[in-house]
């Protein structure tokens, strides 16, 4: 093969390479958006696991909250309306936690629901099933 013709199919090749990679690489960008979207907020709180284990151990006979009708998904920054019934986390918690003193809580679905004093919701710990 002649030096011209080598680099005219060497480009040629490179180019082909580039087509076909192209649409490969669409499915990977729409997957890190996706998987961004999937994980959601971040909590509000900054909760070691231990803290959560103390959370639970502390919470763990609160009486669950019923769902009201037509109640959405509760997630971590949904405001809560005012006459969402709170309760404030024992005394023995907050000393352990002190992250949580201004927070209060209620449990709903086996999840207790973190909520900071803007009655936001800060975390949701799962809660052991009874």
């Given at each position: 093969m002649r030096p011209g013709r080598r680099?005219?199919?060497t480009g040629m090749a490179c180019i082909l390479v580039?087509?076909?990679a192209a649409p490969l690489a669409t499915?990977?960008?729409?997957?890190e958006v996706s998987l961004a979207q999937i994980t959601g907020p971040k909590p509000t709180?900054?909760?070691?696991?231990?803290?959560?284990?103390v959370i639970k151990e502390f919470t763990q006979d609160?009486?669950?909250?019923?769902?009201?009708?037509?109640?959405?998904?509760?997630t971590i920054g949904a405001k809560l309306p005012?006459?969402?019934p709170l309760q404030p986390f024992?005394?023995?918690?907050?000393k352990k936690v002190p992250e949580i003193k201004a927070?209060?809580?209620?449990a709903q679905d086996d999840k207790i629901f973190v909520v900071d004093p803007t009655r936001t919701i800060a975390e949701i710990i799962p809660r052991d099933k009874r």
């Open positions: 680099s005219i199919v580039c087509m076909t499915p990977i960008a729409q997957a709180v900054d909760l070691t696991m231990d803290d959560k284990h609160a009486p669950d909250v019923p769902k009201k009708p037509g109640q959405a998904e509760l005012a006459d969402f024992p005394d023995e918690a907050a927070h209060q809580f209620f």
